[in-house]
């Protein structure tokens, strides 16, 4: 289903506010650790990743002022975007995280899109996912359901094939406990090397991710990997160059999900407010 890794993502988020009316070395990160209201990016910039913002509405600060991708993680709270991208070829390149652990590398040290994503259970027919308006426009979803949005940042990865034998590119979306995982591998010399702290690219750095559990039970798990394990614990190949440039022709950039409209959100609020399911097919 298109649908089916982000649905995943946010079932592992705290529920939104109701309308008014495999390997024994992995060592998982806690995906349940307190929640960490500021990051910094690889240039040393605070990048937000507030999961439950209680910001005021008036104050809220967004700040995304175009609408096409949002790339790095100052664009984690920066979300807007246009999207397009072929539904078939778009599902082609999606990451499906599975309960088996997946060797993957980051190709880009930061995401190259970060959005706010609203899926809204009330709606039971056509049209349920939206992404959210860009930074400082009000949000009728916010507004007037106090249905917030879950953020998402989306990175290109390679990821080891393990029946081909051979890395191949795809497209990542990350919630919120993952980026933060991901934020503090690339903080941490041990895992990324005293000369890289920052960067997920490091040239010693790999990321071993499954998922366990079901429904609002899943939890995403993320672990550094060394390059030095990658043959051993693995039985892959590290990433070289070559590799590289195959993979550095398929990277996306443009918006991953398509940007909405204000007249499409405030339909969806009076279909929940209504009680009237919209027959338009979802995206």
Aim: proline share 4%; hydrophobic share 35%.
């Amino acid at each position: 289903m298109a649908r089916a890794n982000l649905d995943d993502i946010f079932e592992n988020d705290a529920p939104a506010a109701a309308p008014r009316a495999g390997r024994s070395r992995r060592d998982v990160l806690d995906d349940d650790a307190p929640k960490t209201r500021r990051g910094r990016n690889a240039q040393g910039r605070e990048a937000a990743f507030d999961e439950d913002d209680d910001t005021p509405k008036a104050r809220r600060t967004n700040t995304a002022r175009k609408q096409g991708a949002q790339g790095g993680w100052d664009a984690f709270d920066d979300v807007a975007g246009s999207g397009g991208q072929n539904f078939e070829a778009k599902n082609e390149m999606r990451l499906e995280i599975t309960k088996d652990p997946q060797l993957i590398r980051l190709l880009e040290p930061e995401p190259f899109d970060s959005y706010e994503f609203h899926y809204v259970r009330e709606i039971t027919s056509g049209k349920r996912s939206f992404r959210g308006l860009a930074p400082k426009d009000d949000c009728p979803l916010c507004d007037d359901l106090d249905h917030y949005g879950r953020k998402v940042a989306v990175f290109n990865v390679g990821l080891w094939d393990e029946d081909d034998e051979k890395w191949v590119h795809r497209v990542w979306e990350v919630g919120i406990r993952a980026a933060r995982a991901l934020q503090a591998i690339a903080k941490d010399p041990k895992k990324v090397g005293k000369d890289h702290v920052g960067d997920l690219t490091a040239p010693q750095l790999y990321i071993a991710v499954h998922k366990t559990g079901k429904g609002t039970k899943t939890e995403y798990h993320v672990e550094a990997v060394k390059a030095r394990d990658v043959e051993s614990d693995w039985d892959a190949n590290e990433l070289n160059d070559d590799d590289y440039a195959r993979l550095s022709k398929s990277l996306y950039s443009d918006a991953w999900e398509r940007h909405c409209t204000r007249a499409e959100l405030e339909a969806a609020v009076q279909t929940v407010l209504n009680g009237v399911d919209d027959d338009e097919d979802d995206d």
